[in-house]
């Protein structure tokens, strides 16, 4: 799909191990998400940026950390996965500071073992 | 910080009946309030959003009303079709402060089923 891409789109992972998620877009929006979905707790925010080298923590950070370089590029680290981490993963971005008119990617479905 | 209830967690509709939806919030300075749209295996997408100076706003099918003294708010779906099948998601958004700048906190979802 047009606009934001998220790699990769399915993933398993053993407990302890570290892993990276990309979330890639064109359409040169200032602001970025990662939220995280599980059953019974509809998305929660993980961190999000507010432009390049700009990051902040979101309701449920611990355990992860984020980094963009790039405006286009902005990566979720598990830098030590745990099975309660396993969860569907989406990155969204926005044009305004305001967390309005969120566009979400596909998302990437998680499993740590 | 914001908490946000959302009713039912499931919902099963006769296709051309109507369906609605209701979220409670705890912040009253919230200010901002979007409905979700996830299908089975996809991204959640927009279908309609109202401000906190608006008591109602309509899309076709869709609405949405805001009651800001009860502190809740309600998704309506009228002549439901399968494809309106899907989990919904509202959210609130609390105005800008330290530690929750642009944040939104979302309801936990309902999952509606229209029969055929």
Redesign the interface.
């Given at each position: 799909d047009a606009g934001i891409t998220q790699s990769p789109r399915h993933k398993v992972t053993e407990t302890g191990t570290p892993v990276t998620l990309r979330c890639h877009q064109t359409e040169n929006h200032r602001y970025m998400y990662w939220y995280r979905q599980d059953p019974g707790h509809g998305l929660r925010l993980i961190h999000y940026s507010y432009g390049v080298k700009d990051t902040d923590k979101g309701e449920v950070s611990d355990g992860y950390s984020v980094s963009r370089s790039k405006t286009e590029d902005f990566l979720l680290t598990l830098e030590s996965a745990t099975s309660s981490q396993t969860s569907v993963y989406f990155c969204a971005i926005s044009e305004t500071p305001t967390n309005e008119k969120l566009f979400f990617g596909s998302g990437t479905q998680l499993s740590v073992l | 910080?914001e908490n946000?209830e959302?009713h039912p967690s499931t919902l099963s509709v006769q296709e051309g009946d109507s369906a609605v939806i209701k979220c409670t919030y705890s912040d009253s300075a919230s200010n901002?309030f979007?409905w979700?749209k996830q299908e089975l295996g996809?991204?959640?997408?927009?279908i309609i959003?109202i401000r906190s100076n608006v008591g109602e706003k309509k899309d076709q099918r869709i609405a949405v009303t805001l009651n800001k003294t009860a502190k809740h708010f309600s998704l309506h779906i009228t002549e439901t079709q399968p494809e309106d099948s899907a989990v919904y998601?509202c959210?609130a958004?609390a105005p800008?402060t330290s530690g929750s700048?642009?944040?939104?906190?979302?309801?936990?979802?309902t999952q509606l089923t229209v029969l055929p």
């Open positions: - | 910080g946000v959302q901002y979007p979700y996809k991204r959640p997408q927009l959003d998601f959210a958004r800008v700048a642009r944040q939104l906190t979302f309801g936990s979802g």
